[in-house]
């Protein structure tokens, strides 16, 4: 079960955001004391302070994350792929980085030769549920019970893979290296094969009463960050982000 972080940040200001975040290394994690940390994390905190906006936060798995989000009026999701079908659930604010989507096989495995997505529909892969990889992978034909097997996050997903119960893996390049490192293992034994997708990552503010307000406040107060450099220095401090595929 995926560790769970509460915190509360005083202002002024009246409303109050549900900020949500996957324990997902570079973009968001807990640290050694238990505080959220990584680049969405700076990012996010930086946006709300510059908004005025009071916040607490939670971690949780991906599948809640969504669900809690789409239900859930000023829900804000700090890191998210922007997919035709979630367009209009929210705010979109960024873009903040890049998302390229590989498909992995462990090194030790030269056997399975998945250079294309044609390819790979004979093979069993790891996806984690609700993620934009395994719904890039639906939309592509692979199907649940015959090649994609769910997991409620990555650290389910890469143990299925390190036991060989799964052959391949879909994991976006920022997120691999940094969570394997995290989570113990060793980014070096895998290897990608074929690209599934490549987009850019957003932070998401579900929509209801009071959420076009607060996002002119959100928008206004990212447009300074990226003017004044902020942007730019934050996802400098952390190596495995890749820079956002456009500036909206």
Known sequence: MPTRVLAQVSSSAAAQLTVLLEPVPPFSYPDANGKPAGYAVELMEELLKRSGLTHQTEFNS?????????????????????LPEREAQFHWIGPTAARRVY???????????????????????????????????????????????????????????????DELIALNSSVAGAVMEQLGYDFKQIEPLAKLS????????????GSQAINLKLQSAWDSMRKDGTVAAIAARHPYVVPALKSD
Not at 62 to 82: E, G, K, N
Not at 156 to 161: F, Q, S, V
Request: aromatic letters at 10%; charged letters at 25%.
């Open 62 to 82: 991906w599948a809640r994350i969504y669900q809690r989000a789409v239900s859930q009026p000023l829900s804000l999701v700090v890191s998210m792929a922007r």
């Open 103 to 165: 498909l992995y096989r462990l090194k030790s495995r030269p056997e399975i030769q998945a250079y294309t997505l044609e390819a790979a529909k004979v093979y069993k892969i790891a996806v984690v549920r609700e993620d934009a990889a395994e719904r890039a992978l639906l939309a592509h034909g692979f199907e649940f019970g015959k090649q994609l097997d769910r997991s409620p996050d990555h650290a389910a997903m890469l143990r299925k893979l390190f036991v060989q119960r």
């Open 198 to 209: 490549e987009a850019s990552l957003y932070m998401g503010l579900s929509k209801g009463d």
